[in-house]
């Protein structure tokens, strides 16, 4: 309890510089005061970096977000982002169809080959016939490999862009939650939330897609040579990857979730010790002293926010693209299966129906690494919104 009173101590001695500032001027004109005077050049570079990928797309930075909401305007327009993805979905599905067009042709060639073994007699039928559906299988597995690895590296670059941007709004997000009263949850999130963004990022990219990869080639090979089944090799490595992800993430929202209602316990208890002393010891103008300890920490609360608006409008632009793409190759995969199997070539089907399922898994993947940094902002928004003066 002495810690929260001395916290609380400084925290009112704080205020007593710029309170007679803060007294005079609105909220809005304190807000902007402290908007030009935070640091927002590396997230500013992560927008334009961002915005430059995608041409279409306008993210406001946090000073144009604070201005709007003052005004109680609109930040974002989400029909921007809608007519990009509209164009960039277009586009995707003009390459994709090229591919998914030389999966239908090596198909057509699978079931000819097929039939023309079929019509030679004697001893060589067997042999032809194997031979036809290994070099269709061979070449389809080519072009499906090339395609999930691009489909990999989609991902990988994903997971790089999002850990960048962590990088770039933690610092100002554990700034402004200091500002604004929330010292404790400052304390506790800064270390945490660094140390688990660059986690997840090399857990990611080192284990995980590694795995599903290795998974998705075994099950190939396994279609490849039906003889021997690898099908429960592969699900082993599979859900192996998938289980470090999924644990990992419990794990970090459980701790996050319990350290963040302890600090916002602690935060409250020196903001009302704060408060206190500011308005009982200091004569005459106490009162005036706590109101503007409520004005600097609710523009700071308001900054914080702004942040946080702007790395869930990136966040959300970061992902939705490549996910997009993600979708739209697994659903082709899943055309491709079902228009090969009426040609009954042993493996076809079955091989593009494993490519499906591959790149299913990667939109799993990408999805719950976006949710999980998703949610760091959301939990330290709820944390420290829900500090009380």
């Known amino acids: 309890m002495r810690k929260h009173w001395l916290a609380g101590l400084s925290l009112g ?165 200091a500002g604004s009263g929330a010292i404790a949850s400052a304390g506790i999130f800064h270390p945490l939330m660094l140390a688990t963004v660059n986690l997840v990022a090399v857990l990611t990219k080192r284990w995980v897609l590694p795995l599903i990869l290795l998974a998705t080639i075994v099950e190939l090979v396994g279609d490849w040579l039906p003889r021997f089944s690898l099908k429960n090799l592969a699900l082993l490595l599979r859900q192996t990857g998938l289980t470090l992800l999924g644990g990992l993430m419990t794990i970090f929202l459980g701790v996050m979730t319990v350290q963040g209602a302890a600090g916002s316990v602690a935060d409250g208890v020196t903001l009302k010790t704060g408060k206190f002393l500011a308005s009982t010891f200091v004569p005459v103008v106490g009162k005036m002293f706590s109101d503007a300890m409520e004005a600097v920490l609710g523009s700071s609360l308001l900054l914080k926010n702004a942040v946080s608006v702007v790395g869930a409008l990136a966040i959300i632009v970061t992902v939705t693209f490549p996910l997009v793409k993600l979708f739209l190759m697994m659903f082709l995969f899943r055309v491709g299966a079902a228009a090969a199997q009426p040609l009954d070539v042993d493996g076809v089907s079955d091989t593009l129906a494993t490519m499906a399922t591959a790149v299913g898994w990667l939109v799993a993947i990408a999805g719950s690494v976006a949710l999980m940094f998703f949610l760091v902002l959301t939990v330290v928004v709820s944390t420290t919104n829900g500090v009380q003066l």
């Open 13 to 177: 001695l704080a205020v007593l510089a710029v309170a007679p500032g803060v007294k005079a001027a609105s909220l809005p004109t304190v807000v902007q005061q402290q908007a030009k005077t935070l640091d927002t050049s590396a997230l500013d570079r992560q927008l334009n970096q961002l915005v430059r990928g995608h041409p279409g797309v306008a993210i406001p930075g946090v000073g144009q977000i604070v201005s709007d909401l003052l005004h109680h305007q609109n930040p974002f327009n989400p029909q921007t982002l809608l007519r990009a993805l509209a164009l960039a979905a277009a586009g995707d599905l003009a390459t994709e169809s090229r591919l998914l067009g030389i999966i239908l042709l090596l198909a057509v060639m699978g079931a000819l080959l097929g039939r023309l073994g079929e019509s030679v007699a004697g001893s060589e039928r067997g042999g032809m016939v194997q031979v036809s559906r290994l070099v269709v299988l061979s070449a389809l597995m080519l072009v499906a490999l090339r395609s999930f690895g691009l489909a990999v590296g989609l991902v990988t670059s994903l997971v790089g862009e999002l850990v960048h941007l962590m990088e770039a709004t933690i610092p100002l997000l554990v700034v402004l939650m």
